[in-house]
């Protein structure tokens, strides 16, 4: 069916370290992966997206993997600060045309001063 | 930057009344999205729409549910009979519809937090 699994629940990092997420999709037919990130009680916020004629894609401290033959993806942020604590959520396109996405369970990150 | 917006921001409802839940899309967009998010949970899509029809529903997207674009500008969601467990954030989102395979941003609004007492 249509899944996307995230790992971890949970990441607690010092400032200036590195986080990385992941995540697995199920529908071999998804082509686009956004990354968004949801501070508490606000709107899921874009922030990075990768489509699935690309390997990676990187943007100033965030960068995004994708291995569409093992059908998984990451996140990476580096170089973390204390304002990029918040929930992150990864999703898939799934279906087809419509765009529907489906998001993974999310990532509570903290990063300590 | 343009925004897609939603009101009202908070709705207190008593179980089995009506609500419609209200939401402007960006202006140049074509496919319009509900998507609801329960306390601390994922965000769980709801219904898609493109060309003044649902282009896609979940399995919670039941009878109770409906969706209209009633002029050019809004994009509405009505839970008929509402029940303690549609208590959740409900957010509207919207995207360009260059091409097809559902391969571009989707932008969200604030949300409307939905509580059913």
């Known amino acids: 069916g249509e899944n996307v699994e995230q790992h971890p629940s949970t990441l607690s990092v010092q400032e200036g370290d590195s986080a990385v997420i992941k995540c697995t999709y199920s529908?071999?037919?998804?082509?686009?992966f956004p990354w968004y990130k949801q501070e508490l009680g606000k709107r899921p916020q874009l922030i990075i997206d990768?489509?699935?004629?690309?390997g990676e894609k990187k943007d100033q401290r965030i960068a995004v993997t994708l291995n569409k033959t093992a059908k998984h993806f990451s996140l990476h942020i580096t170089e973390t600060q204390p304002e990029d604590s918040a929930v992150y959520f990864c999703a898939a396109t799934v279906g087809g045309w419509t765009g529907k996405l489906i998001f993974g369970q999310g990532t509570t990150l903290q990063v300590k001063p | 930057e343009p925004e897609v917006t939603q009101t009202p921001s908070h709705q207190v409802t008593q179980m089995g009344q009506e609500v419609i839940l209200r939401c402007v899309p960006i202006s140049n967009h074509l496919y319009f999205y509900w998507y609801r998010q329960i306390l601390g949970q994922k965000v769980e899509f709801l219904v898609s729409f493109y060309n003044n029809e649902i282009s896609e529903k979940s399995e919670i997207f039941d009878d109770q549910f409906s969706v209209e674009r009633p002029d050019g500008s809004n994009f509405t969601l009505k839970i008929r009979s509402t029940k303690l467990e549609d208590s959740a954030m409900y957010f509207c989102?919207?995207?360009?519809?260059?091409?097809?395979?559902?391969?571009?941003?989707?932008?969200f609004g604030d949300g409307t937090r939905l509580s059913i007492l």
């Open positions: 529908d071999s037919a998804s082509n686009y």
């Open positions: 990768i489509r699935s004629n690309v």
């Open positions: 989102a919207s995207r360009l519809g260059q091409g097809l395979g559902g391969n571009q941003p989707q932008h």
